[in-house]
């Protein structure tokens, strides 16, 4: 067996590793993702691959984000024939984006396209955990990272099953800010252990961040939330929240019920829409997932829905009635004000006794709502402002003083929400020196900084990412068995080359500290393969890579370390 990294290196976006086994006849891709913000997208996006698309036999999807996700559609029109092997969670969210991506990149994706994807689920049960075969002593393993509603780590295992021969790589996904003991997101569960294997290789996405203690804390984030809405309603003003279809909309979504449930009286005279038509969808889509649970030998739990949920009502997740309890909180989001069907929770805390559906029906138009004195939240679409519903919020509603944007996750610095972001400090009268304008593509119209008077605020807490500390409790876990690496060689992706970097330093930091002899590799674009097999991915010495990665940030060091050799000689 062999690996091929053919993206993202030094890069965040177009996920794509090529595997094979010449012998044997294996040829799969684990992810096909588009690139995204990235200056060579165009051409990674239409690119002829370095593979004949006929002859990879299936893709392991790890999970539907479009960096992940985007380019299966043509790679079946280029000539991929074979299965998509995924979670069932996945495969509707990718099927829902891919559809709604139609009218706006028609050369990656049509009717026939998606229609033709041969989407495979494994029935084994558990369906996380289990060691579901593809071919003659070839397997894959499915585990939760923590990041989105179906999202995992990929494990493939080669060899025959409990021999010395059989060898195993695994692949992070994305991995989640969700360690067990340590649950942050509103919606989703902890990352599952990865396992002992020969091999992995991981993201690094945020492999130089170490968020503090309070950016991690649900409550505070939650409470900034409520400070936003309590402005909003005492300017009589508009709260403008824009969000990622996918898990970010739902989190705030699911916060945003929390408070009006904490203090129902308070926030009657609000009104809270979700204008976000691909966001409804996914959510409707999606509904019935959150209800499935695992099981062990000791205990069955909810698949994807975590702990936070259950903390807040005042609920335990491992009372069958509370489990519905929860279950039926969370897919009230995707409700409107005042449904007849509407019941209530039964049990758990006051917040759960007062928690109801809180989002109006039919939201009114930018102009309406500028014209109105009503206070009111917005949740829209897209989550870095460029497109879709949140172009026509922004541009209608950034002039008014009684308007706030908050934004909920990182956005580039070309991105609209960027651009916010930079002018976020700035006083009025140094704003209106500005002569810098904000403009949207799709829509035939453009603010000028100079006349923003919106509010602009980060709110932290909501990325589904993990930091430094987060891929390291991946990476080198606290097994019941004591601390065990995820492989005897790392290979980081999936970040720019400084998170690459900070990311191995940190590894071979905490490996040493725990006595664990690693390799970790950058791989390259010239890289190659690599063999799975053979003796070329052996360990290094970790103090060795150690020296070399502090030489290479403090180059100073050579002439000292020469000085001092010549003194002595």
Sequence with gaps: MEVNFIGPLGKVTGSCTWMRDQKKGWSFLIDCGMQQGEVTADEWNHQTWPFEPSEIKFIVLTHAHMDHSGLIPSLYDSGFNGKVYCTEETAAIADTQYRNSIHLNPDLFNQKNIDGIKWCHFKKEPILGSYHPVDNDLFIQFLRTGHILGAVSVGIFWGPPRSPEQRSIVFSGDIGPQSEEHEALPTIRHFMNPGKHNYAVMESTYGSTNRTSTEKDPG??????????????SNQGTLIIPAFALGRSQDILFDLHAIAAEEPDQYERIDFYYDFPLGKEIIDRTAPFWSKTESNLKKTRPLWLGKQIFKLLGLTNNDPEHLQQAIKAMLSISLHQDDPDWAGLEGGNKIAENWKPIVANNPPSPDEVASSNRPTVIITGSGNGDAGKASSWLSNLLTKDTTTVAVTGYCGSKTVCGKLLSIKSLSIPNRRMSENIIEWS????????????ASIEEIKGYSAHGDQEDLLNWALRNAIDGYLPAGDTFFLQHGDNHN?????????????????????????????????????SAHRDADFELIMEMLHQRPELKGMIREKEESQS
């Design 442 to 453: 799709n829509i035939d119209r453009s603010v000028a900084v100079a006349d923003i008077r």
């Design 220 to 233: 505070t984030r939650r409470a900034h939330l409520k400070s936003l809405v309590d402005r909003t309603m």
């Design 500 to 536: 690459r970097n900070s990311l191995r330093t940190a590894l071979y930091k905490k490996a040493q500290e725990l006595g664990f002899n690693i390799d970790v590799q950058l791989p390259e674009a010239t890289t190659g393969w690599i063999s799975l097999e053979s003796s070329e």
